[in-house]
């Protein structure tokens, strides 16, 4: 499969990568694994940019990290997107966080209003819900931040460009 559009995601830091990928690896010894894009650390989707415009989304990357400092997150209650495919954890929206990405969403799709998210499993409904009440046993609220910024192509994954926020915003 050639490679598609172009997504601008936020990395949360070590810490909430550990607390996180201890989510998943219980669900994995459950034996879920989920279709999700293997490699990817733990971040929310901040924008999406079409494939010519890769460009501008490494200098649009590349601001915002040098505008932006570490975002804190407070991951504090988990989703499904219908059809239940996607179990999330969901941030609660910050001025901080929304700054963040009305700073680099360029390109918003009107049919789909942006929705904060931190994916961990992707997978056929009856999997996902299957999968909930085991994520629920250690799941529990935490603030993490938000403290690097990589854009990627997709489908394969290329990782086009990385950059701390170091910004005093």
Known sequence: MAEQFLTLMADLDDAS???????????????????????????????SFPLEKEQEAVELTRKAAGEFSPV???ISHLGLF??????FGSPERTAA???????????????????PHVTILIDEPQT??????LLLKSFHPF???????????????????????????
């Not at 219908?82 to 179990?87: D, I, M, R, S, W």
């Not at 996902?128 to 009440?133: K, R, T, Y």
């Not at 192509?153 to 170091?166: G, I, N, S, Y």
Request: with cysteine; net charge positive; hydrophobic share 40%.
């Open 17 to 47: 990568q550990t607390l996180m990928a201890d989510w998943y690896k219980n669900l994995n010894l459950a034996g879920f694994k989920g279709v999700q894009t293997p490699g990817l650390p733990f971040h929310i989707s901040l924008a």
């Open 72 to 74: 804190p997150v407070h």
């Open 82 to 87: 219908a059809p239940g495919k996607v179990l």
């Open 97 to 115: 966080l929304d700054a963040l990405h009305s700073f680099c969403d360029r390109y918003p799709d009107p049919q789909y209003a942006w929705t």
């Open 128 to 133: 996902v819900c299957e999968a909930l009440p």
């Open 143 to 169: 603030t993490g931040r938000i403290t690097r910024l990589h854009l990627c192509a997709f489908w394969p994954t290329r990782e086009v460009f990385a950059a701390e926020l170091k910004g005093k915003n």
